[in-house]
């Protein structure tokens, strides 16, 4: 069982910044994937970006691409707790949705659709003003 909290949401302006945090504990493993979703009202689930945790190799959508950057921390003993950020750059309004984190232990394949991930955080809003 995989645990996942997700903290740093908040209300920005247009050209803002937030970090988001998606903490992960219970069973992990050596080798896996993270990734990041959101949704906004009315609209269906959307990739954001996605790391491999053990060579830090990642993906984007196109949208966020060149603006988000996703990481992870470099613990190398904590087998049960890790923490993946969402770096967020020039916010734009269209990027309004509420953000989730999600694992899927099975595989280190980069994973753009939520189908393939096993565990989900419970989301944090974000909302950036014009």
């Known amino acids: 069982q995989v645990q996942l909290v997700e903290s740093g949401g908040g209300l920005v302006q247009a050209g803002g910044s937030l970090r988001l945090s998606c903490a992960a504990s219970?069973?992990?493993?050596?080798?896996?994937?993270m990734a990041w979703f959101r949704q906004a009202p009315g609209k269906e689930r959307e990739f954001v970006a996605a790391i491999a945790w053990s060579d830090h190799s990642s993906y984007y959508a196109d949208s966020v691409k060149g603006r988000f950057t996703i990481s992870r921390d470099n613990a190398k003993n904590t087998v049960f707790l890790h923490t993946m950020y969402l770096q967020m750059n020039s916010l734009k309004p269209e990027d309004t949705a509420v953000y989730y984190c999600?694992?899927?232990?099975?595989?280190?394949?980069?994973?753009?659709?939520?189908?393939?991930?096993?565990?989900w955080g419970q989301g944090t809003q974000v909302t950036v003003s014009s």
């Open positions: 219970g069973r992990t493993f050596s080798n896996y994937a």
């Open positions: 999600a694992a899927d232990i099975w595989s280190i394949v980069l994973a753009t659709n939520a189908s393939e991930y096993d565990y």
